[in-house]
């Protein structure tokens, strides 16, 4: 067991999504994944025991969302494992589109495509029903959007029972607001101190009742863990997901959160 901490995050709904979320969520590409990342310093994949304390604390910590990808290596598969018998505590996050195999990024978000990668993270993750699925953008968000229609697929698999809510990890402000447009619950964007340029769309969200995950809020580790009060104090930024394999840090983490609701 992990030790008792002294704050916890604060609790907030995910637009209207139904889900309710700590305002801090784990990242585990870290989990899976060390080659082609753009983290500031090299690292090895932590051992299982490793990840069962880091995932004690972080639910003692009142995080309850993770966010997971099949192009982060291992990360769902050991998710998997790691959380066999304590599924109540959590959240799982994961995406479709693209794939991470051989030290290369491929892509397909069309419809068969989508469909095997939810069976695929469904099998990995172990679990009857994904809580929330994206589309893990290559960064051309209107075609995916637009000409494959992968936001309808992950639509009608919500509509199926197997996911709860859905969305995209946009890279652009005209893919975010035309994934609002579309009907997604949820978006992943990019906002930290050396990119606030979503600001608009973070507040498009708030009045849609589109809920927002931040990703890369301290720039990939590029920023200092204070940069995270200034993205907690963002109106719209409803969740933020950062990055951790270090229990030390999400602690610090924690605290800035919880201190700048
Ligand atoms: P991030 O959360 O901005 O930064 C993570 C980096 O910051 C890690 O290297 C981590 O190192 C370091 N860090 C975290 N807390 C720290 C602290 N208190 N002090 C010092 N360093 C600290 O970037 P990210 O991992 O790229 O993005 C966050 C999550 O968003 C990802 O894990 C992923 O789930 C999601 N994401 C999605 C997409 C997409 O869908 N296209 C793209 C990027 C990210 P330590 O391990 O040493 O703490």
């Not at 060390?34 to 690292?43: D, L, W």
């Amino acid at each position: 067991m992990s030790a008792t901490p002294t704050l916890t995050v604060p609790q907030v709904p995910l637009g209207r999504t139904g889900l309710t979320v700590g305002r801090l969520a784990l990242g585990t590409v870290k989990f899976g994944r060390t080659e082609g990342v753009k983290y500031p310093e090299p690292f090895e994949l932590p051992d299982d025991e490793a990840l069962a304390t880091l995932l004690d604390t972080a639910h003692d910590l009142g995080i309850n969302l993770l966010d997971t990808a099949p192009a982060y290596g291992s990360s769902e598969k050991r998710l998997g494992q790691l959380l066999a018998g304590e599924r109540d505590r959590w959240l799982l996050c994961t995406k479709v589109g693209e794939r991470f195999e051989g030290g290369e990024s491929s892509y397909d978000f069309s419809a068969s495509a989508v469909a095997r990668s939810v069976t695929r993270s469904l099998e990995a993750l172990r679990v009857d029903r994904l809580d929330l699925v994206l589309i893990h953008s290559d960064g051309d968000d209107l075609t995916i959007l637009e000409s494959h229609r992968t936001l309808d697929v992950l639509l009608a698999l919500k509509g199926d029972g197997l996911i709860r809510a859905v969305g995209m990890s946009h890279k652009t402000l005209a893919g975010g607001e035309r994934a609002i447009e579309l009907g997604a619950d949820v978006l992943m964007t990019t906002y930290n101190r050396q990119d606030t340029s979503m600001a608009p769309l973070l507040a498009r969200c708030a009045q849609a009742g589109v809920g927002v995950l931040i990703k890369k809020a301290l720039a990939s580790g590029h920023d200092g863990a204070r940069a995270l009060a200034e993205v907690a104090n963002t109106p719209g930024a409803d969740c933020i997901v950062v990055g951790t394999i270090n229990p030390a840090h999400l602690r610090a983490n924690a605290a800035l959160v919880a201190d700048n609701p």
